[in-house]
């Protein structure tokens, strides 16, 4: 039985390219004389769609794709494919995440029965439990959409040959390895061949992980396909346990799989909203460089333009390392001093101000008319403005509201600072292109004379790792202690966490490559008295 | 049996002040020699904590806090009160969303068995099919969280002699009449009366109803409490057949509790975050001018600045309206001209614009350089910065991201323009508050010569029709223009709702008055084809 793996990358609610894309495949499968071709989970519509399913004309449309792909694929091959299922229960209709298994239009469908919290399934989605099973070419096969339900594996073992699973995982540098293993060991646990069908292409903020693969009964490994872009494969599930096993690309390739994740989300944000040219601020440290070498690579250097805005406390090699990067990388660039509004503002606001000492205030002034100017320039020439903020940032609300959080998306924010180091350093990994400078000084946001990050943080690796404990672990400050960290540091860094809640609300979003990114991964109340 | 009912207002996260406040409704119901007190849903730890429950110390400390009050209380009192439940399944451990009942340091848990989409809560909690009774002074007591579960009464409706529903449901004034209606439906349908016990105050977003009632076994009122306010109050259930029968509240009173929801999520944004004065941007409009007076109201004129910001585009009779407006209130108010501030950008962007036409660039440069004014006010004198735009603006997105999105709080972002209208008028039903000019001139943005809201947006009256349909009734495009709209305007504002999302994700926060405000109510992919 030969069957085809379509991992593809949909927009979400484009039902005609998408239908498209489908059938591309479908015919690509049937010129190789193929059985069965596998699309991922919710194929038909792109996942997360979200509250566009609260509309009936979206799932009607959705139904419709189906019944569409049904009769083309009619005396051409079978099909297995995720979608979404309406039934009526007792007057009530109810929404499924479900397969559709297509046979010379005869459809048989399967119900996804179990969710997780990924991406709201359970704001959407009933569950029902099912046995999950279909028939073809002799051998029963076990539908499973989303993570693999154990018991229901269990309560039918001794009749499944084949385990085929549609997903449409996003990818997190820290679940991806575990999630892949927890497949393998399932085959290897039940001895049954796993089909692991996953879609690519970034959706907003997350990028799908791609990176479909199949496992034979002992749970090894006979068959990878690309992380984070388009592949298609096809494979004789009857010779599987005579396969060659390979090895895992995930292995060791953390900051590979970020670096390409980031690639992918920049590039499908903009051809995806229909944009092609981007703008950002290029300050001159480490990751605004950073977000240019990224959006150059994912855009073309010719597509990016950086704006360079000096203030009264901007350090001499600010300049002259930002121009260093836009050569290297031969994009545009033009310089926008900001005294003079600067001073305007201070002019004005001065007889308001009598009496009262500079602080945060001036700090936030010079950031927020940084930020006029950028998105004055991303209105006039239509180009999208790149958030520049990081993760360590963002926890602890180091960064101005309305000013350098601005963005339409944030490239690295939700890479902790220690992260964006080590991307710098892949990035330069074939030769310099991010200037040695600008990775080596210490950091600071050049607000007020002199001023250094580690002025008021401490250095990266422990607020990081303090950072790390508390949201991607959801440590408390005395877990956090008792592993070991300073309990006065621990209290402030959590207490500038909490305090930051505010700016997050409304910080622009960001790709996303944990577990945790900030935003819809991490819900906290605006309103609350703190952890 | 008397039975007391404490409707109270919780801080999220605060155990050490939720449980000082449960401890005095305890005391005040000893003295008044009662049997039973009943505490809303969530009593314990605020409601809704959202992702605060994924640290076990938050658990801990709500698993605490029950003990002390069951300690508390031992001779005093019985208890039943709203908190969450850890309990241990084969290893993993399962978190409930749960009602205590307490007699005497004894302790029965009930857990929630049946979840909405409200807040989320299948995001944290597990649900267990349970029987929901507990035996009381000789009575069955049904014991129900959130929605009330027909088919779990239906099983045990002969044993039941009273229903008591603990919720922290959230205002709407699209759904709180039928939310009534419901329980009074049901308990004449069981013919059983039912304790409808709710908390009151305002999370920050979220405005908790308050408005706990008591109604007979024909569904009929016979005690209803406070709207949006805390109260206590307590009743013999055993004489419930003979008392008499009141209306409620509700009925034809939707501008007053509108009125009344906006003021406590003013009021309690502030007292709850510790915050006392606010400022905002008063253009001489409508909206402005409502936020104004119902801050005004809320935190109390004194502690209300209002900033004009004229420009070259603002008519005289902003600045007169606006310090008519002032005048009435008492209010203080600091003028800041801009044309200075825009001139200074302006000059140092055309070097870059050199033969590029104005447009919408300079509109929103103007709209942002206040949002940079009002953001430096904010931070030197602490007060907190108001959001003005309403629903239909947001909706179509009309305003500028940066600009006159800022805020850290929306006061009427859930309203549209025709709700702004109305409540203005019962703003002024006692006398003229809000000066009769700001609410009949024709509305205008003002950022160009002789700019109308009307040049691009059909009459609100009509916009506000067709953008309920869309957004509250989840109708689209054409099932819209066949209940009579315009096909083509209506194609083009879906259109303008579809491309304002990404301004949407950014926007500040807006106190909810709807079942469907923008924020977490409405969750549309950040990139997407549209509906």
């Known amino acids: 039985m030969k069957i085809a793996i379509a991992q593809q990358d949909y927009i979400i609610g484009d039902f005609q390219g998408n239908f498209q894309k489908i059938t591309q495949a479908i015919d690509q499968a049937f010129l190789s004389e193929l059985d069965l071709i596998v699309f991922p989970e919710m194929a038909i519509c792109g996942y997360p769609s979200n509250d566009l399913l609260y509309y009936s004309s979206y799932i009607d449309s959705a139904i419709d794709s189906v019944n569409k792909i049904t009769e083309y694929a009619k005396n051409k091959i079978a099909i297995i494919i995720g979608g979404v299922h309406r039934s009526n229960h007792s007057g009530a209709s109810l929404l499924y995440n479900a397969a559709y298994f297509i046979t010379n239009g005869e459809v048989q469908i399967i119900q996804k029965n179990l969710h997780t919290n990924a991406n709201d399934d359970f704001r959407y989605f009933n569950t029902e439990e099912n046995h999950s099973l279909i028939y073809f070419e002799g051998k029963t096969i076990s539908i499973q959409i989303g993570e693999i339900n154990n018991s229901i594996l269990e309560k039918n073992l001794s009749e499944i040959d084949l385990i085929i699973n549609l997903t449409s995982i996003s990818y997190a540098h820290d679940l991806i390895e575990l999630q892949q293993n927890r497949i393998l060991q399932l085959a290897e646990q039940f001895q049954v061949p796993i089909i692991h069908c996953n879609s690519s292409g970034a959706q907003g903020e997350i990028v799908l992980k791609g990176g479909s693969f199949i496992c034979n009964s002992q749970g090894q490994l006979v068959l990878e396909m690309k992380y984070f872009k388009e592949d298609f494969a096809h494979f004789d599930i009857n010779n599987i346990e005579e396969s060659i096993v390979i090895e895992s690309q995930i292995i060791s390739n953390q900051i590979s799989f970020i670096h390409q994740a980031l690639i992918s989300g920049i590039k499908d944000f903009f051809t995806k909203s229909g944009f092609k040219k ?254």
């Open 278 to 531: 981007a703008v950002l601020g290029l300050s001159g440290g480490v990751d605004s460089a950073l977000v240019l070498a990224l959006a150059a690579e994912a855009l073309g250097a010719e597509n990016v333009l950086s704006v360079l805005m000096p203030s009264q406390y901007s350090s001499g090699h600010s300049i002259d390392d930002s121009l260093a990067l836009v050569k290297n990388l031969g994009s545009a660039h033009i310089i926008i001093p900001i005294q003079s509004t600067y001073n305007n503002f201070e002019e004005n606001l001065s007889p308001h101000f009598i009496g009262l000492a500079p602080n945060v205030t001036e700090e936030n002034l010079q950031a927020r008319i940084r930020g006029v100017y950028l998105m004055a320039l991303s209105n006039k020439f239509g180009n999208i403005l790149l958030n520049t903020s990081n993760k360590s940032e963002a926890a602890v609300g180091y960064g101005t509201l309305y000013g350098d959080l601005c963005g339409a998306i944030g490239v690295i924010g939700d890479l902790y600072k220690t992260q964006v180091y080590e991307l710098c350093r892949y990035i330069n990994r074939d030769g310099e292109i991010i200037p040695e400078n600008i990775i080596t000084k210490a950091p600071s946001a050049e607000l007020r004379p002199e001023q250094k990050d580690s002025d008021s943080l401490p250095e990266y690796e422990i607020l990081d790792a303090i950072l790390y404990q508390h949201i991607e672990q959801n440590k408390s400050l005395l877990e956090i202690s008792e592993l070991g960290y300073d309990k006065e540091l621990t209290t402030r860094i959590l207490k500038l966490v909490q305090n930051a809640e505010f700016k997050r609300y409304q910080a622009a979003p960001s790709i996303k490559v944990s577990s945790r990114g900030f935003g819809s991964d991490r819900r906290i109340p605006l309103v609350k008295k703190g952890l």
